[in-house]
């Protein structure tokens, strides 16, 4: 039996419509749009703040922490993972445990797999002018 014409013109579109699939990409799309945008607006003023704790500019653990707490929200963004790493480098040596705290933490937000936290500082290494490498 073959289907009328108006089948498919009058009907309501469904969940698995191509036309509403491209509507909830385009949604999905859009937010990442401005999840990117968001992380593009705060870099510079992150950025300006490892480089204040990179310098000893800002060395008081309470403030450090507080910062890294807002960056970590933003580490989805490969830049401001960068600037994370820095400072956790920075301050590894006075203060290991918090480190591993925010190494965790990391992981615990952005990565799933259990066992990978020794890595964290196997890539993207800092050279002798305390600047992260991309190798």
Do not use: W
């Amino acid at each position: 039996m073959k289907k009328s014409p108006e089948f498919f013109t009058n009907r309501q579109p469904v969940a698995g419509d191509l036309t509403v699939l491209n509507k909830e990409y385009e949604d999905i799309f859009n937010l990442v749009e401005q999840i990117t945008g968001l992380a593009d607006r705060v870099f510079p003023y992150y950025e300006a703040f490892a480089e204040e704790v990179a310098s000893d500019c800002i060395t008081d653990i309470n403030e450090i922490e507080r910062g890294l707490d807002y960056i970590l929200s933003y580490c989805f963004d490969n830049r401001i993972l960068l600037l994370y790493k820095k400072i956790l480098r920075k301050i590894y040596k006075q203060y290991p445990s918090v480190v591993k705290s925010y190494v965790d933490a990391y992981y615990d937000m952005y990565e799933s797999d259990e066992g990978e936290n020794e890595e964290f500082f196997t890539t993207n290494h800092t050279n002798d002018t305390n600047e992260v490498s991309d190798e």
